[in-house]
């Protein structure tokens, strides 16, 4: 398959959660074909998932009210996406992720706001589709080597890169349209 027809998947599969069929996406096509080119081991590839899995069960079974956090997880470093209503809730969450076993680092960027509404929501899976697109449509970087998340329009870039192909990715991140500021939470492998 070349990059090229990778993009309409893309397309295609990020317009899946919207319509409710994320277990198929994570579990069929996506663990397969994103494990066979990751520079993870598939054992930490799982672990990430499982991480994932159970900083959301926790935070659900904390029941913070007006909490919207998304878990990331890559190489065992977990990335916080969402809001809280204060710096405390916000301090909670850090803490609910930092005791699920197998988290070596946290990054909570989290905002101190209300959550946002359904269409800042799909407008950041659009920017997340047209990042890796762009990067799938360069030849100077691996896509599958780069993990993008967005939240109300900021693009979070994760991955073990070397720096030159981080500075690549970020570069790609920041010249797609509707972002608003790329973080780098990459692991260098030099």
Known sequence: MTKRSLIPLLGLLAAL????CVPVVATGVGVGAMMADDRRSTGVYIEDEEIEFRAGSRLREAKLDGVRANFTSYNRRLLI??????EALKARVSEIGRGVPGVKEVYNEMAIAGPIGF?????????TTKVKARLFDDSRINANHVKVVTSNGVVYLMGLLKRSEAD???EIA????????VVKVFEYLD
């Open 17 to 20: 959660p919207l319509a409710g």
């Open 81 to 86: 996406t969402g809001e809280a209503p204060t």
């Open 119 to 127: 269409a800042a929501r799909s407008n950041d899976g659009f920017i």
């Open 168 to 170: 690549v990715a970020a």
């Open 174 to 181: 920041a010249r797609t349209s509707g972002v608003q500021r």
